[in-house]
């Protein structure tokens, strides 16, 4: 998509802070990218080889990729991984599937073929660990597939450590209060795409006032369909840091971009430094 309807590639630095962070992980850097929806209509190639260039420019010592790398038809994704492979970090690349990965019966496994043949470790339901034993990172499921189950894995964990999820929807977070989440890194809400400075994403108003439009014209404006409205329930964790519970919550704005556009939510890469929290 063009970036006068996408807006400029935006960088987005944070630093969080982790209790019982292991001193040698003290300032670990990580790059999260998100709903990349790469099909040649949702995010150009310059805005991609861009988000590339600048996650290598910040030499991170891990890259996290939270799904919805396809739209519909899985396909696309055997060209995305030859653009992918350039990624480069320390202790390498993590993913998760999102929504749209798993569209058709065939989609999981082409997505997830297509990353591992690059060296990207899909996680689904699984644990990995990049930095060893004391800092875990865990990859969930999609909230909307039938094989969602955080209790499967977050059970697993020492309580006492640290750990890292990923999670494409950011409404698991409301679920995985149940367990410590020193960070949950999500993606999915593509920041609201329509954001109105202090009144937040529009999508928020829809049962409001979206819904008195014609039906004639929101069948013709996809923003205004119904469906939109009903991506995640929690949209006030759009996009940005939160605090849920004791957890944490980050949610990246995505690259790809859905007709009709953005306005005031441009795309983003999102780097993040860990630091010891002062309680620890």
Known sequence: MHWLLSGRLRVEKLTVKIENLPESLQGTKLVHLSDLHYDGLRLSEKMLQEAIAISNEAEPDLVVLTGDYVTDDPSPIQQLVLRLKYLQSRAGIYAVLGNHDIYFKRSQATVTDALNSIGVTVLWN???????????????????????????????????????????????????????????????????????????????????????????????????????????????????????????????????????????????????????????
């Open 126 to 280: 699984e644990i990995g660990y990049p930095f060893g034993q004391e800092l875990p990172l865990v990859g969930l499921a999609d909230y909307w597939s039938r094989e969602f189950n955080p209790k499967l894995v977050m059970d697993r964990l020492d309580p006492t450590k640290p750990c890292i999820v990923l999670s494409h929807n950011p409404d698991t977070a409301e679920i995985l209060q149940k367990w410590r989440v020193d960070l949950q890194l999500s993606g999915h809400t593509h920041g609201g795409q329509i954001v109105l400075p202090v009144v937040g994403p529009v999508v928020v108003y829809y049962k409001k006032f979206i819904r008195k439009v014609s039906k004639k014209i929101r069948r013709w404006v996809p923003y205004l369909r119904g469906d939109c409205a009903k991506v995640v329930k929690h949209w006030e964790w759009a996009q940005g840091f939160h605090t849920v519970g004791n957890n944490q919550l980050y949610v990246n704005r995505g690259l790809g971009t859905y007709p009709p556009g953005r306005l005031f939510c441009p795309p983003e890469v999102t780097i993040v430094t860990l630091v010891s929290d002062d309680k620890s």
